[in-house]
């Protein structure tokens, strides 16, 4: 067992820091205390979501599991033999959740008393995964009606179409929870089979914020982190091209005001790391917010409204920039930005434009610092991209016009991307 | 939150600062009050999105947007609601707090003057607004009306309202109808907006870390010389439900969706909306509540069926997604839990546990900015602001056998079912 190392991450610019540490069970640990702050936020995630649906541990034999596994792990995770860890959770007062994503699953509750208590909680019902036919069963009736819910999400469904019509392979493309009936093929001997390849603490993070010491928090997990020996974990992805499956993906709906994604596909060879992140947000800032000439030409021309907005979609081995939202011409929509694209790359972005999108981009990220809810979750998320947040906002506060312009002829390909549209079937 | 500065500025303009020196960011909110009415509800709204696009010093859109951004992205809101029959309309500001800018600009004094001219010196042609902030404004609303068709469960309960308060103040929508957004034009809206600043009732609140004086002087000198005369609409309360209407419509959709909406028995300004808010939490608002627990986790009929009370209206609704098949049996099982509360079949686990889960919102709220503002907002009609601190200790007095007595105030009125085809 190594020992526990710890060390303090300041930043002068957002007048805050925190102590990164590698505890001696091999977890990874954030403590990010917050003078004046009553509430206190702790959240466990496992690097493991939806897109690892196919793996082998320490060079074992290549393990398929079912569409949707992780997320139905992440439900069945808060049951143990005693009962439910919200039973648990209601003696203390805190408010607990958990959600899974592509690239991880978290567990989190906040709370303003009994911090311990929740904590002990937290740690316990996380290590101690307890799985059998009949409570394996019990979920299928909750998440289906999960599934069903999104079905009739017209947000979700533009991305996940447009995902289709992006990636030949990745499993980015294939829905969090998975389907009604790739759900009914999961066991509690695949449940456990997940759990024990992707929930170790070397494979784990932990962040906590608010009203706590790094003492309280290290106290607890020296008690309640069982060590494991690490061992890896082979994720394996069928090689994805470069090139999109198709240009336009439409479906048909109940809805009385279509929408659109449009999606760049993006080179993923490799995580963007802290000043590539800060250039490309001032860019897309730059480029499409509402200071932007192609904000206003689209507002003009009425084919967009207020719901109008862009992100950079980036995770293991996928990146891709999306625009959209609602619009009654999302196909004329698209020939705008893509014109528009094409334009800016031969003239370049304005200096000025680009003077207003850092200061903008610099704000946002200050501006997180405030709840701690947020802080919690982005250490989260750059940590298990690898970047490091204060890194971040320096090479925010630092990013040269030149930096902008380079990273606008690195992307945006507009012979690369793909249209999805859903709008009103008829019927309605 | 026990160092609010609440002073009055005007004739129905109260402001109120809260000092708080922890947080990265500012906001000032401007909550504007009137009297919900068919004849001006969507006038009144699209006013305040008419406001927020331009002003006289920043005179476009985009003007108005490079500004707000070079403010470190400071961001400019309109949001409208509904409290029982007044529509609180709220134009806000945000930004960095001046400790975290880069060249050392104050953002809050900025901001301040620049909501302050959003409301009082728009971007006017004559005694009109420009025709193309209007049309642009007009589509921007049009389009939200219809996209609240495109998430079904807003849509299923707004149906539920639109069915249950027939008839009532309270079932105009906060928008407004169509219609009326259409029949505005740039002429109408400048009296819109003469009217509203003499009639309305305005609660600015201020957030932040710098001295809120500056702020208050700027918006106490803009209402210099309005005659005002401003009223607040006493909320039509029907304290229970005659005989239950069933609602179906169908749709191409994949789930049903059930909402049930019930007479409470017990509104604003009784003191019985507390025993009335905690049942409600007991019953469905946390996920160890009864519905979470039996429903869901028990019977396994659906992902989510939760419970709220308005106390501004005093009525509570339901709502879950539900298998076509299982409607029936869903509603059944919502209205089981509801008879074993009249029954008094409430253990302490529940009614302790419940009294700590909002409790611990309540303070959780307080280290967020969003948090400090909704807890003051949320009690605008309440006569005073009450502390968190106050709040608990009414919530830990609550009984028992006060949540039986307000389980037993319950009727149901209306049930909507958005059914699958």
Known sequence: MMNTEIKEVKSARAGDSYYKIKHSSGLNIYVYPKQGYRSAYAIIGAKYGSINNCFSMDGGEKITVPDGIAHYLEHKLFESA???????????????????????????FSCTDKFDESFEILLDFVQDPYFTEQTVA????????????????????????????????????????????????????????????????????????????VEQVLKTCDRMIKPAEPHTVENIFEDEPYEIVKPYVEQSFPVAMPLFNLG????????????????????????????SALYRELMDNNLINSSFGYELFEGPGYCAVIFGGESRAPEQAAEVIKRYITNIKSDGIAEDDFAVAKKAVYGDIISSLNSVSSISNIIADYHFNGNELFTYIDAVANAGYQDVQNRLQQMLDVNNCTLSVVKNGGEE | MNNT??????????????????????????????????????????????????????????????????????????????????QVLTLSASGLDDRYTLDGESVAEELSRLLCGVIFEPNLHGEAFTDEDVEQERRQLLDLIDSEFNDKRIYANGKL?????????????RYGTAEKI????????????????????????????????????????????????????????????????????????????????????AALPEKEIYSSMLMCAVLGGTAHSKLFCNVREKQSLCYYCASRYDKYKGIMVIDSGVEGENIEKLEAGVLKEIDDMKNGNITDFELNATKMAVINAYHTSNDTVAGIESWYSSQLFDGCFKTIEQMSEIINSITKEQLVAAAERLSLDTVFVLKNK
């Open chain 1, 82 to 108: 005693e009962g439910d860890a919200f039973t648990r959770y209601a003696e203390t007062g805190a408010s607990a959740n958990a959600y899974t994503s592509f690239e991880k699953t978290c567990y989190l």
């Open chain 1, 138 to 213: 019990k979920e299928q009736g909750i998440i289906g009606q999960e599934i069903r819910m999104y079905d009739d999400s017209p947000d979700w469904r533009v991305l996940f179409n447009m995902l289709g019509g992006m990636y030949h392979n990745h499993p980015v493309k294939i829905d969090i929870a998975g389907t009604v009936d790739s759900i009914a093929e999961i066991t509690a001997e695949k449940l456990y089979e997940c759990y024990n390849t992707f929930y170790n603490p070397n494979n784990m993070a932990l962040c906590v914020t608010g009203n706590v010491t």
């Open chain 1, 264 to 291: 760049f596909k993006e080179r993923a060879d490799a995580p963007l790391r802290e000043a590539e992140l800060a250039a490309t947000e001032i860019l897309l800032s730059a480029l499409a917010s509402p200071i």
């Open chain 2, 5 to 86: 500065n609440r002073k009055r500025l005007a004739d129905g303009v109260m402001f109120s600062a809260v000092r708080d020196s922890r947080f990265k960011t500012m906001k000032i909110s401007a909550n504007i009050i009137v009297p919900l009415s068919a004849d001006s509800a969507s006038a009144n709204a699209l006013l305040c999105g008419v406001l927020s696009r331009s002003t006289g010093a920043y005179p476009d859109f985009t003007a108005l947007s490079r500004k707000l951004s070079s403010l470190y992205g400071a961001e400019l809101n309109v949001s409208v609601r509904q409290a029982g029959d007044n």
């Open chain 2, 161 to 173: 309202i639109e069915n249950m308060c027939a008839g009532e103040t309270y079932g105009i929508k």
């Open chain 2, 182 to 265: 259409k029949e505005a034009t740039s002429q109408s809206l400048y009296g819109t907006w003469q009217t509203l600043l003499r009639t309305a009732s305005f609660e600015i609140l201020y957030i932040g870390d710098s001295d809120p004086g500056k702020a208050a002087e700027v918006f106490r000198a803009a209402f210099d010389g309005f005659e005002r005369s401003p009223r607040i609409a006493q909320t039509e309360i029907i304290r229970t439900a005659g005989e239950v209407k069933h609602i179906v419509e169908e749709m191409n959709v994949s789930q049903s969706k059930l909402v049930m909406g019930f007479r409470a028995g």
